[in-house]
């Protein structure tokens, strides 16, 4: 591409000159689209440090390529991008509907031959650098990243996404990879993909509705559950624990608990109760194989009404001497 000057010329330029300018830049009269033909556009401000520049450039210490757009606020501006719209009313696409927006639209293959997006694309992201010296040296990887990518082939009935939030410790090399700290998708949330998370806040932390916990609850300081708790695998509780209510343990009688301290109970408290049988239902459970060896139980009948009596695994017996109930 050739642009005549006067300066260049040594005299004004003709028509025909202005014109073929005009071409070269891929501009031409009554043009309703503007096409320039150059690899980027700078348009500065009030300043020289602040600069808009439009075409293509690198990122990285990898030099990977962009075309696009930079915004330089120097040290005098706050570099931005403000997207302004009014809601409007039946002239908006949807009416009434203000909706400024970033978005991407990503297809497979290439511009030669596309293809559905395949699973694992990245969709979008969005990500924050620092500056590693002087230079304006730039990470290889970005301490952090929001990022959306495909979970399955895009089809009419497949549209498969999740967002994933990645982050760095402390201490992480700048080659190395972030942490994918929160990642979701559906009506799930998964802390850390790749290990242990942790879930936590600056005061008391509040599930302000029914908690399902499918495996392990491991539970090292003070938790409070104003509502349904369901665990179909183990609690473990490394601190001290307060159940206020009613609490239930075991759903059937070939439940165990098993009381590896001692049980207290206060003074002037209700103290420990325990089932209270006629001779009858003793029986029938100890017909039935339903009693087992150490269950106690209060009898109302028989030749000692209202005693504790206990199963030795044949027999029921009076906790005084041991002898089978009568």
């Known amino acids: 591409m050739t642009i005549s000057t006067r300066a260049g010329k040594g005299s004004a330029l003709t028509h025909a000159e202005l014109d073929a300018n005009f071409t070269d830049l891929g501009l031409s009269h009554g043009?309703?689209?503007?096409?320039?033909?150059?690899?980027?556009?700078?348009?500065?401000?009030?300043?020289?440090?602040?600069?808009?520049?439009?075409?293509?450039?690198?990122?990285?210490?990898?030099?990977?390529?962009?075309?696009?757009?930079q915004v330089d606020g120097g040290d005098q501006a706050w570099a931005?991008?403000?997207l302004k719209e009014h809601s409007g009313s039946t002239g908006k696409p949807v009416e009434s509907l203000a909706n400024p927006s970033f978005s991407s639209i990503i297809t497979g293959g290439t511009v030669a031959s596309p293809t559905a997006l395949e699973s694992g694309k990245r969709l979008m992201s969005v990500f924050g650098m620092g500056t590693l010296d002087a230079s304006g040296t730039t990470p290889t990887f970005a301490p952090v990243n929001i990022v959306m990518s495909t979970t399955e082939t895009q089809t009419?009935?497949?549209?498969?996404?999740?967002?994933?939030?990645?982050?760095?410790?402390?201490?992480?090399?700048?080659?190395?990879?972030?942490?994918?700290?929160?990642?979701?998708?559906?009506?799930?949330?998964?802390?850390?993909?790749?290990?242990?998370?942790?879930l936590k806040s600056g005061g008391i932390l509040t599930l302000d509705d029914a908690v399902v916990v499918e495996e392990t609850l491991n539970v090292k300081g003070t938790s409070d559950f104003d509502s349904n708790v369901n665990m179909d695998g183990d609690l473990?509780?490394?601190?001290?624990?307060?159940?206020?209510?009613?609490?239930?343990?075991?759903?059937?009688?070939?439940?165990?608990?098993?009381?590896?301290?001692?049980?207290?109970?206060?003074?002037?408290?209700?103290?420990?109760?325990?089932?209270?049988?006629?001779?009858?239902?003793a029986a029938y459970l100890d017909s039935q194989g339903l009693?087992?060896?150490?269950?106690?139980?209060?009898?109302?009948?028989?030749?000692?009404?209202n005693v504790p009596a206990f199963y030795d695994g044949s027999d029921w017996r009076y906790f005084s001497d041991s002898a089978v109930i009568s």
């Open 31 to 69: 043009d309703t689209t503007i096409a320039l033909s150059v690899d980027s556009v700078a348009v500065t401000g009030n300043v020289a440090s602040k600069t808009t520049t439009v075409g293509d450039y690198e990122i990285t210490s990898n030099n990977y390529a962009v075309h696009g757009f």
């Open 291 to 305: 009693a087992s060896l150490g269950s106690v139980c209060i009898l109302t009948d028989g030749s000692r009404a």
């Open 156 to 198: 009419a009935s497949s549209v498969g996404g999740k967002i994933t939030f990645e982050t760095s410790p402390n201490g992480r090399a700048e080659t190395t990879t972030r942490t994918q700290t929160l990642e979701l998708q559906d009506n799930t949330v998964t802390i850390n993909t790749g290990g242990n998370g942790v």
């Open 80 to 82: 931005g991008v403000i």
């Open 236 to 281: 473990q509780v490394d601190g001290a624990t307060t159940l206020d209510g009613n609490v239930t343990l075991g759903n059937a009688t070939t439940d165990i608990i098993n009381c590896k301290g001692q049980l207290s109970f206060e003074a002037g408290a209700g103290g420990l109760t325990i089932p209270v049988l006629n001779s009858a239902t």
